[in-house]
């Protein structure tokens, strides 16, 4: 039996970014410029790696980045002060509060203090709940990432089943919404499911996102399944995602790597949220 077919994030992280620069140029040529505000607080040194990379991200596509880190002594009001700063600010088309933050700052009453129409990672509750009711807000980059891949990969998703695995507000749940509007019939699966694996074999489109690896198993793929893989776990092995890869490889029908799957498409992502938020929305 041949194996599935390899899902290139690169890729198609590169063919959405190409897009970004035509867009950027259209929007400068009407006199708009897209900028992207970036905040930081604390030393977590993955989230300094991160945001590094969205940065660079910005630049390379002609988006103009705006830095701000602060101490993870800072307190709440301080980062407040400062989000409705940029919230006012008209060269900032978007913003982004790199998560997690200090224990002693809350998450939710910070993305919610972030104006809708600048809100590119979706997490504010307008942007949850217009994603909900089927309206035209932001959704968070990996889920519009994932939903990327999978129409370049030309999965039919009207009809299909899709069963995700996990429940975030980051992943799981705008995933579940994005694809119920792609008008998949969706299953979400969770910690507490029962018979999870009986669940997954029903599947046509498998998506993985609990942060534990080897949770996927062959057993539990259906044969020509696609299977998307949102793990990102540090491993003695190195970067492992939530399937066991190679052995599920042998019965799916299409299949993302980790790394090189749907973690490039968050960047990519996360410039196409920024530039239509410069055009408005």
Do not use: W
């Amino acid at each position: 039996m041949a194996e599935g077919a390899i899902i290139d994030g690169h890729a198609v992280a590169a063919a959405v970014r190409e897009r970004v620069v035509a867009e950027v140029a259209g929007l400068r040529a009407a006199g708009v410029s897209p900028g992207l505000a970036t905040v930081l607080v604390g030393d977590d040194p993955a989230s300094h790696l991160y945001v590094r990379m969205k940065r660079k991200a910005c630049e390379e596509v002609g988006i103009e980045p705006f830095h701000h880190e602060l101490p993870g002594h800072t307190a709440q009001g301080d980062l407040v002060a400062l989000l409705e700063e940029l919230n006012a600010d008209p060269r900032v088309s978007g913003i982004l509060l790199q998560l997690p933050l200090p224990e002693h700052i809350d998450a939710g009453a910070m993305t919610a203090t972030i104006l809708p129409d600048k809100d590119i990672d979706g997490l504010s509750p307008v942007n949850a709940g217009l994603l909900a009711q089927g309206g035209a807000g932001f959704a968070p980059c990996t889920p519009l990432g994932v939903m990327e891949l999978l129409a370049h990969a030309g999965v039919e998703l009207e009809g299909a089943r899709a069963v995700v695995l996990g429940r975030s507000r980051l992943v799981g749940k705008p995933l579940a919404q994005l694809l119920l509007a792609a008008n998949a019939t969706v299953t979400q699966c969770h910690s507490r499911t029962r018979d999870l694996a009986a669940i997954c074999r029903e599947a046509d489109v498998l998506v993985a996102a609990v942060g534990r690896p080897g949770t996927v198993t062959a057993d539990m793929v259906p044969e020509g399944a696609v299977v998307i893989d949102v793990g990102t776990n540090r491993t003695d092995a190195g970067l492992v995602g939530d399937v066991d890869f190679d052995a599920v490889r042998a019965k799916a029908g299409a299949i993302t790597p980790v790394p090189g799957g749907v973690g490039p498409m968050t960047i990519a992502m996360l410039l196409a949220n920024t530039v239509r938020a410069a055009a408005g929305g």
